[in-house]
């Protein structure tokens, strides 16, 4: 059967809003419906998906660009590492200090390789507008930007926002993370429409905030994997799959 292919990048222009939980739990969601997922973190310092997941990578994002440039570069299935049957990951770099010799179009080009074996790609990116997510968003069939009920956070994103439009980059997708802090409340949807000038595509209930997400991050747990997990309500269980297969459609 033909997979879909479709590479789906997350990224913001503040730090900590929540990008990497929901990226992970948008995976799981996409696993259940029997969709193949790699999950490549891009967030070459900072990136925590191989922490997050309890799995270690023995090749990384690190290696592919480095194998690349020294032509010992095969074949993308050297590179992914087995998380579940259909999810399976790339870490990002072991030593932070490689971060800086990565040469993302190596990066970029493995996905390219990879993405026809898979029905997505999920790509984790650090916030901001730097030359590397410059380039992620560039080759992303989707961007999901995501951000929060934060005064600082909707004006940088008004900024960020303004500058993509004066891009070729299209396909975003704002996410309005309403989990990530409960207590953030200051805004109505209205005026951060109007602020950001934008439509907001997807709202992240406050429901789905998940209080013990220390203990699922201990045990390298998906949160929306969890079979004993009970979703606060059904609804958001239906709300993130809606908004998954919305992804997935074909344009
Ligand atoms: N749904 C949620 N429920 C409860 N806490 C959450 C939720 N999502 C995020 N958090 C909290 O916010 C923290 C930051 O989340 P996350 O690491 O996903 O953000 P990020 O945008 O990827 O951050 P960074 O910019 O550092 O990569 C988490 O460690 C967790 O404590
Ligand atoms: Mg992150």
């Known amino acids: ?24 739990n948008l995976a799981g969601i996409m696993s259940k419906l029997d969709k193949k997922v ?29 194998d690349m440039f020294g032509n010992n570069y095969e074949t993308y299935k050297n590179y992914v590492t087995p998380y579940l049957p259909s999810i399976d990951i790339v870490g990002s770099c072991k030593d932070p200090r490689d971060s800086i010799k990565i040469d993302v179009d190596n990066v970029l080009a493995f996905i390219n390789e990879a993405k026809n074996d898979y029905d997505v790609v999920l790509i984790d990116t650090t916030h901001g507008l730097n030359v590397n997510n410059i380039k992620i968003l560039d080759k992303s069939d989707i961007v999901l ?3 929060t009920n934060d005064l600082m956070d909707i004006k940088n994103s008004k900024n960020y926002l303004d500058i993509v439009a004066n891009t070729d980059i299209s396909n975003f997708k704002i996410i309005l993370n309403n989990s990530r802090d409960i207590n953030l409340n200051y805004f109505s949807n209205y005026e951060i429409k109007k602020t950001i000038n934008k439509n907001i595509d997807y709202t992240l209930d406050k429901t789905l905030y998940i209080k013990n997400i ?38």
């Open 1 to 24: 059967m033909k997979k879909q292919n479709k590479v789906i990048t997350i990224t913001s222009s503040k730090g900590g809003v929540g990008k990497t939980i929901f990226l992970l």
């Open 38 to 66: 790699l999950i490549v973190d891009c967030d070459f310092l900072g990136g925590a998906i191989s922490l997050n997941l309890n799995t270690t990578c023995n090749k990384t994002v690190f290696n592919i660009s480095d």
């Open 145 to 147: 930007y995501m951000l």
């Open 214 to 251: 220390t203990s699922f991050l201990l045990e390298g747990e998906i949160f929306t994997l969890n079979k004993s997990l009970t979703f606060k309500e059904k609804r958001d269980f239906y709300k993130m799959q809606a908004m998954a297969l919305d992804l997935l459609k074909e344009e």
